[in-house]
């Protein structure tokens, strides 16, 4: 980004790290393709098998992985093949999840600060088997689901669980899951390259074609290989701790200047602020805060656009009028303290016309 402009929207896509560029223009120079019984396809096949590697370790997950075009297409791919028959999912998804799941999928209620009511899971559970779908980190309000806990009740259950990690991978421990779909872009790596980490294949339907069978398609073994390389760097993880710093610093801040945050009353990744002002509009504050030189969203990137009204807000309860002037607030590595000042000096200067008007 240029001087003039401020990045806070890394919640979208981040920067690509020099390193995965590097790790992608070398890979660039093994043309192969993977799936070739000839050397060069061999050479290009070990090191996708290299990376494939790297990020299961780089992960901590002992099973498979699959590569995908990114979260949106490992979550697909779950939700079409998994072997459950019923499918459950939680009411503040990813709007890919609904759309992936289909209409009979059954939602699971969240509290007020959008974590998962377990009593109405086990409720939902007592039918036949299903898959359920629940978002680790909310891409949203940044909030933290009990996965762990959760996986051990959809388990009980005789189901299995889909975790949607495009928030969190990279960045916080992975839960147990079953399925887990995780983004590159959303950690520093390029975009259109994921995975479906999967903990046992024979709870999927194969496909035919690479990927053990799992998913047709020439591999993109130099995104594969940024991918590998962002992780590997960890930049997104050890930047956690100062994140925090500078989340509680926006919002103290934004609570200064008459604003409200969301989320805040339960467990929030340090990467991730909704903050609103109550009765404006967040078309305007988009629009007046871009001019200033800030990118901010106002929810998932996929909708923000469409400026509809959030049905992650609306699930947890939160009033019409502090959620039509919601924004997020998304923070990477190369985030710094004066960019949360400059920030909060141009936020409460548009709080302030407001009153004034």
Not at 3 to 32: C, F, K
Not at 142 to 171: E, H, M, N, T, Y
Not at 309 to 332: D, K, Y
Request: charged share 20%; net charge neutral.
């Amino acid at each position: 980004m240029s001087r003039s402009r401020t990045y806070l929207d890394h919640a979208a896509t981040t920067p690509v790290l020099p390193e995965a560029q590097a790790a992608m223009a070398e890979a660039l120079g093994t043309w192969a393709n993977p799936s070739s019984p000839h050397a060069d396809g061999r050479a290009a096949k070990a090191a996708l098998e290299r990376a494939r590697a790297a990020i299961a370790d780089a992960l901590g997950w002992r099973h498979d992985v699959i590569f995908t075009s990114g979260a949106s297409e490992a979550i697909g791919m779950a939700a079409a093949r998994a072997a459950p028959p019923r499918r459950i999912i939680g009411a503040t998804e990813h709007d890919v999840v609904p759309h992936a799941m289909g209409e009979g999928a059954e939602p699971v209620p969240v509290d007020g600060s959008g974590r998962i009511d377990l009593d109405a899971l086990g409720r939902l559970l007592g039918g036949p088997p299903a898959l359920v779908a629940i978002q680790h980190v909310n891409n949203e309000t940044g909030v933290i689901q009990p996965i762990d806990a959760i996986f051990r009740q959809v388990k009980a259950a005789g189901g299995l669980l889909l975790a949607d990690c495009a928030q969190s991978a990279g960045k916080i421990d992975l839960p147990n899951a079953d399925f887990i779909a995780i983004s590159a872009h959303k950690f520093g790596g390029p975009p259109g390259i994921g995975a479906l980490l999967v903990r046992d294949l024979a709870t999927l339907a194969p496909s035919g074609g690479q990927e053990k069978g799992y998913r047709r398609g020439t591999q993109n073994l130099p995104a594969i290989a940024g991918m590998a390389a962002a992780l590997a760097t960890g930049a997104h993880r050890t930047a956690m701790p100062r994140l925090a710093a500078l989340r509680d610093r926006l919002e103290k801040g934004v609570r200064a200047a008459g604003g409200l945050v969301i989320g805040d009353s339960t467990d929030r990744i340090p990467a991730i602020s909704a903050i609103a002002l109550e009765g404006a509009s967040k078309d305007s504050l988009l629009v007046q805060l871009d001019l200033a030189g800030f990118a901010v969203s106002a929810g998932s990137a996929c909708s923000s656009g469409k400026m509809k009204a959030s049905r992650v807000l609306a699930a947890m309860g939160v009033p019409e009028p502090v959620a039509a002037g919601a924004l997020r607030v998304s923070f990477g590595p190369q985030t710094v303290e004066a960019d949360i000042d400059a920030f909060l000096a141009a936020f409460t200067a548009v709080a302030a016309r407001r009153r004034a008007a």
